[in-house]
């Protein structure tokens, strides 16, 4: 009697106005609708929980990996070969973590002057590129390896990827080795199209006047 007694007095009482009203007969929807809410803020804390963990864990391996692997090649205790082993064993999401990226281009550099291209390229092309600085730094390093390499056609794809992102760095300077390579692979038409764009766009740049002996070359 009790219970009925106090769902009747809180029925009254939200009768009293239409508000009440509507949040009375719509009461079960909207304790629904809370629980859904309370799931899905419970889950979402959850999910950012477990990347900050997996993150972090990434972080760590990227530092072992630094500290032991990387460093021991530099001070000639590992050997390169060893060097590139342990990177290629390494998770894929240790080697595309943004946190990779300074890593990998010291040991492209580091292999690219042993003449070792084939290793250097392996690495580079495995770190992940999504920000602009660091598809930048990536793209322009893996383009002198694979021109290095005789693969110019893949050099110039490479520099096309980074020709068509407007958040892109030093337009001027991607367009200008576009233009050189294509005019080495004997596109003259493309090397005349990203010529011309870095003299038109950038007319007081140096990479401006470099573009200009390149489209001369191309008149011969």
């Given at each position: 009697?009790?219970?009925?007694?106090?769902?009747?007095?809180?029925?009254?009482?939200?009768?009293?106005?239409?508000?009440g009203h509507t949040i009375y007969e719509y009461?079960?929807?909207l304790f629904g609708i809370v629980i859904a809410i309370l799931?899905?803020?419970?889950?979402?804390?959850?999910?950012?929980?477990a990347q900050k963990s997996q993150a972090q864990d990434i972080s760590i391996k990227v530092f072992e990996f630094r500290t032991?692997?990387?460093?021991?090649?530099?001070?000639?205790?590992?050997s390169d070969a060893e060097l590139v082993k342990v990177f290629e064993g390494l998770d894929k999401e240790v080697q595309a973590s943004p946190v990779m990226v300074p890593v990998a281009l010291e040991m492209g550099k580091f292999l690219t002057e042993k003449n070792l291209l084939a290793e250097a390229e392996s690495v580079l092309s495995k770190v992940n590129i999504s920000h602009p600085v660091a598809a930048f730094f990536?793209?322009?390093?893996?383009?002198v390896i694979l021109e290095k390499s005789n693969r110019v056609p893949e050099a110039i794809a490479v520099l096309e990827?980074?020709?068509k992102d407007k958040d892109g760095l030093?337009?001027?300077?991607?367009?200008?080795?576009?233009g050189r390579l294509n005019l080495a692979n004997g596109e003259k038409g493309k090397a005349q199209t990203h010529l011309e764009y870095v003299i038109n766009t950038y007319p007081n740049d140096e990479h401006a006047k470099l573009a200009k002996l390149y489209?001369?070359?191309?008149?011969q």
């Open positions: 009697m009790s219970d009925v007694t106090q769902t009747q007095t809180l029925e009254q009482t939200l009768n009293k106005t239409d508000f009461r079960k929807i799931i899905a803020v419970t889950g979402f804390t959850i999910w950012r929980q032991k692997t990387w460093e021991g090649t530099k001070d000639g205790k590992v990536v793209g322009m390093q893996r383009a990827k980074l020709s030093m337009s001027a300077k991607v367009n200008l080795e576009l489209m001369a070359k191309l008149a």
